[in-house]
C-alpha cells in the first residue's frame, strides 16, 4: 500500500434545512395529487424515502487505500484503467476535494475529501498513475450544491 487515509462523510444539516426540503416535498405531492399526477407523487414520495434511508444507512468514514494496481475507496476497487484523470480542487489556500473522473457508465465523478496534507502526498503519488486535470474547477451547481450541504 502507497497511501491511506480516511474522511467523514456525515452531513452537517441544520434542522431548518430538513423542514424546508420536507415542505417542499409534502407541497409537490399535494399539488400533483390536485392534478391528477398521481404517479408524480408516488415517485417523489419514494425517491425522497430511498434518498432519506441512504443517507441514514450509509457509513460515518470512508477508507481510501492507493496502491501500485488500484485504488479502494469503502469497500470498491477501482483499477487505474477506469479513473480517466483526476483533480485536486482547492478552496483559498486550502485542499478540500480529489475529484475522480471515472470511465464508468453511470457515475463520472467521484469526490473524495482531503486536506493540505493529503494533497501534498497526492501530488506525488497519483501522477504516476493517472493524468491529472489542472483546468477543473468546481462549476456553478457544485458551488451551490456545497452552500446548500445536499
Given at each position: 500500500?502507497?497511501?491511506?487515509?480516511?474522511?467523514?462523510?456525515?452531513?452537517?444539516?441544520?434542522?431548518?434545512?430538513?423542514?424546508?426540503?420536507?415542505?417542499?416535498?409534502?407541497?409537490?405531492?399535494?399539488?400533483?395529487?390536485?392534478?391528477?399526477?398521481y404517479w408524480m407523487s408516488f415517485i417523489i414520495l419514494l425517491l425522497s424515502w430511498?434518498?432519506?434511508?441512504?443517507?441514514?444507512?450509509?457509513?460515518?468514514?470512508?477508507?481510501?487505500?492507493?496502491?501500485?494496481?488500484?485504488?479502494?475507496?469503502?469497500?470498491?476497487?477501482?483499477?487505474?484503467?477506469?479513473?480517466?484523470?483526476?483533480?485536486?480542487?482547492?478552496?483559498?489556500?486550502?485542499?478540500?476535494?480529489?475529484?475522480?473522473?471515472?470511465?464508468?457508465?453511470?457515475?463520472?465523478?467521484?469526490?473524495?475529501?482531503?486536506?493540505?496534507?493529503?494533497?501534498?502526498?497526492?501530488?506525488?503519488?497519483?501522477?504516476?498513475?493517472?493524468?491529472?486535470?489542472?483546468?477543473?474547477?468546481?462549476?456553478?451547481?457544485?458551488?451551490?450544491?456545497?452552500?446548500?450541504?445536499?
Amino acid at each position: 500500500m502507497l497511501y491511506s487515509w480516511t474522511f467523514p462523510d456525515t452531513k452537517n444539516r441544520w434542522q431548518l434545512w430538513y423542514s424546508i426540503v420536507f415542505s417542499i416535498i409534502i407541497w409537490l405531492v399535494i399539488w400533483w395529487f390536485l392534478t391528477k399526477q398521481y404517479w408524480m407523487s408516488f415517485i417523489i414520495l419514494l425517491l425522497s424515502w430511498l434518498v432519506f434511508y441512504i443517507e441514514n444507512n450509509s457509513s460515518d468514514t470512508i477508507a481510501i487505500e492507493i496502491t501500485e494496481l488500484w485504488m479502494k475507496v469503502d469497500e470498491f476497487f477501482y483499477d487505474y484503467s477506469k479513473i480517466e484523470s483526476y483533480t485536486l480542487i482547492y478552496e483559498w489556500e486550502n485542499a478540500i476535494i480529489c475529484r475522480l473522473n471515472l470511465n464508468k457508465k453511470w457515475i463520472k465523478v467521484m469526490d473524495l475529501k482531503i486536506d493540505n496534507t493529503v494533497a501534498l502526498e497526492l501530488k506525488w503519488i497519483l501522477p504516476e498513475f493517472i493524468k491529472e486535470n489542472e483546468k477543473e474547477d468546481f462549476s456553478f451547481t457544485d458551488r451551490m450544491i456545497r452552500i446548500m450541504k445536499l
